[in-house]
């Protein structure tokens, strides 16, 4: 089955730097690609996806880019602010496994002000 | 919409008690999934259903969890009897799927039942 690993577990960075999430993906026939933040007690929320098609998609600071020769896919935000504080989980689905997602183990980003 | 619904919140009880936890999808969802979150495993898949029917429970980890959808706007999470190493935050998320096309993989989550079992 797919497995999905995310680098880093930790990840601090000052207020208005850029924070960078990587994953890697092992089934070459995933081609979705969503990312959701976890904020503290709360459930996980979309913030942005991409599909195989596409090599990168951007909604505002937040900017996702894929590889699918590598099999690997990054969450880029820039211009950080103390709010994007939380969890970030990248996740794979592909159709031979009816869509589930398979998720990373997650990305704690501090944004310190 | 008022996205996915959870209860109860936080849920506190003694080993060998039952555990029930309930959600409401999203409505016109016809997927329900139910997960389990722990520092430990991080967010493993428990079981989804499709059209209130159970697809994959395999990642249901002992026959004391069992869980039911009996109408598309409602299901259920029950362990009996708990221990200790249940207590995590439990997720139903839900996802739209409508004739043969997905409209996407996209599955939004409910807030949670944090469940602690002493």
């Known amino acids: 089955g797919e497995n999905v690993e995310q680098h880093p577990s930790t990840l601090s960075v000052q207020e208005g730097d850029s924070a960078v999430i990587k994953c890697t993906y092992s089934?070459?026939?995933?081609?979705?690609f969503p990312w959701y933040k976890q904020e503290l007690g709360k459930g996980p929320q979309l913030i942005i996806d991409i599909r195989s098609n596409v090599g990168e998609k951007k909604d505002q600071r937040i900017a996702v880019t894929l590889n699918k020769t590598a099999k690997h896919f990054s969450l880029h935000i820039t211009e950080t602010q103390p709010e994007d504080s939380a969890v970030y989980f990248c996740?794979?689905?592909?159709?031979?496994?009816?869509?589930?997602?398979?998720f990373g183990s997650g990305t704690q980003l501090t944004v310190l002000p | 919409d008022a996205g996915v619904i959870q209860s109860p919140r936080h849920e506190v009880t003694e080993m060998g008690q039952e555990v029930t936890l309930r959600c409401k999808p999203i409505s016109g969802h016809d997927y329900l999934f139910w997960y389990r979150q722990t520092m430990m495993r991080g967010l493993e898949l428990l079981i989804y259903f499709n059209n209130n029917v159970p697809i994959d429970d395999s990642g249901m980890p002992e026959d004391r969890f069992s869980a039911k959808m009996p109408n598309a706007s409602f299901s259920t999470l029950k362990i009996q009897p708990s221990e200790p190493r249940d207590s995590a935050v439990y997720f139903c998320?839900?996802?739209?799927?409508?004739?043969?096309?997905?409209?996407?993989?996209?599955?939004?989550f409910g807030p949670g039942t944090r469940l602690l079992v002493l």
């Open positions: 998320a839900s996802r739209p799927w409508r004739g043969g096309v997905s409209l996407g993989e996209t599955q939004y």
């Open positions: 089934d070459s026939a995933s081609n979705y």
């Open positions: 996740a794979a689905s592909n159709p031979g496994s009816a869509r589930q997602l398979t």
